[in-house]
């Protein structure tokens, strides 16, 4: 396993780490990596906004408790690169390195919305900047709708410290 910084239906669960925005590894030009010979994980912590669909489909990979917290040697390509998939935000991506299958393209654009959260989008994905210049490429993103993320227009997990509200509650 090796780890690098590099210059360059979900369910939201409320209980993302208070503050971990401000923790350095969450920083916008830290990219880890974690390998073997089959496989390549990448996570770029400044999109994480702890959806937890790797925890939750494959904990013996992705364990948030656990230095390192990805250990690729705990599970199978196939096995990883399916829970992958399912990251709505883009933070997570893999590279098949024993020949298997890489991560897909999806074939159309989808836009999602979640309840009192971002709009996950996916498909084949170019965000420019006011300036035009290419701010991401990806297959995957999480954008922000409460306007505070402070990592626009990626959604950094702002609107639950907002308390930003999409839908009616009780009244």
Known sequence: MTERNNGSAHQEPDDAPEGFREQPRYAPAVERMYANDRI???????????????????????????????????????????????????????RRRDGGPQEPV??????????????????????????RKLLREDTRVALCRCGASQNKPFCDGSHRRVGFRTTRGPT
């Open 40 to 94: 390549e994980v990448t996570w770029e912590p400044a999109f994480c906004i702890h959806v937890a669909e790797c925890l939750r489909g494959l904990p013996a990979v992705f364990d948030n408790q656990r230095r390192p917290w990805i250990v690729v040697d705990n599970g199978s390509p196939d096995e990883i690169g399916e829970v992958i998939e399912r990251c709505p935000t883009g933070a997570l991506h893999f």
């Open 106 to 131: 999806p074939e159309e654009t989808t836009v999602q919305e979640r309840p009192n959260g971002p709009l996950f989008v996916r498909g084949k994905i170019r965000i420019f900047g006011q300036d």
